[in-house]
């Protein structure tokens, strides 16, 4: 119903009309689940549950927050959100957009080409129109994963990137070794092996890990385990990629 309910407004509203509109409609969603169980992290909102949505993820029906957004902010709560810092975003999702860009202490920037998400820049991240060493933070979360050339956007990502930056990264992760088979193109097929009409392959964390560091990166695996009923709705079993130049 959700989903039928979003695509219906999504067909009737221009992209801009529908980005200004949802935090009100989404605001109206929230009184059908507000309640004192769960919490968002992002939008401080308490919730009597929260909105499971097809693939099993658990979204936050008054930011549209999913569980790997919620991570991430906690992770950058943690450590990276200081002042005077200049971030890049690659395809953010639209609550953490919100939230970051009214952070007055930090330079915060988003980057999108596919005109799916609130952006400053239009970058293509195999070629980013920025000079090196600009950034003392970038988020690429589920970006290289669609990108065929992903070892030089890696490359990009390294150079733009100040030193003793900062690079916070995840892709799905699979049990072996990276996937990708260059003869797959049809939406199709590509959801069939990938998982997702757009991804290009599918990587484990120490392919991701062993390509990342023969850019230059050093990387670290972070990972995370949490009981299935937490209450920020994280996932389960979580690893996210801290790579620094």
């Known amino acids: 119903m959700y989903y039928i309910i979003k695509k219906t407004i999504k067909h009737l509203l221009p992209r801009k009309l ?24 992002i939008c401080a909102k308490k919730l009597s549950r929260f909105l499971q949505i097809n693939n099993g993820d658990k979204l936050c029906p008054n930011c549209g927050s999913l569980p790997r957004s919620r991570r991430l902010y906690y992770i950058l709560q943690q450590k990276y959100l200081k002042p005077f810092k200049k971030i890049l975003d690659f395809s953010p999702s639209r ?14 920037y988003s980057t999108d080409i596919s005109g799916d998400f609130i952006s400053d820049h239009h970058y293509n991240i195999e070629k980013i129109d920025s000079l090196s060493e600009q950034f003392d933070l970038i988020i690429c979360y589920h970006i290289l994963e669609h990108i065929q050339d992903d070892i030089q956007a890696i490359k990009e990502l390294y150079r733009i990137m100040k ?27 590509r959801l069939k092996h990938f998982g997702q009409e757009d991804h290009v392959r599918i990587y484990s964390i120490q ?16 990972s995370f385990s949490e009981m299935s009923d937490n209450i920020y709705g994280y996932k389960t079993k979580e690893d996210v990629l801290i790579c620094r130049k």
Do not use: M, W
């Not at 980005?19 to 004192?36: M, N, Q, V, W």
């Not at 609550?95 to 915060?108: A, D, E, M, N, T």
């Not at 392919?207 to 972070?222: A, D, H, T």
């Open 18 to 41: 529908f980005f200004t509109c949802e935090p009100l409609l989404r605001s109206i969603l929230y009184l059908f689940y507000k309640g004192d169980h769960y919490i968002c992290n």
């Open 95 to 108: 609550c953490l957009y919100r939230k970051l860009k009214k952070i007055p202490s930090i330079f915060y």
């Open 163 to 189: 030193f003793s930056g900062t690079a916070i990264i995840q892709t799905p992760f699979k049990v072996g070794d990276n996937y990708e088979d260059r003869s797959i193109i049809s939406s199709h097929d």
């Open 207 to 222: 392919g991701l890990k062993s390509r990342l560091e023969s850019c230059g990166f050093q990387v670290e695996i972070l």
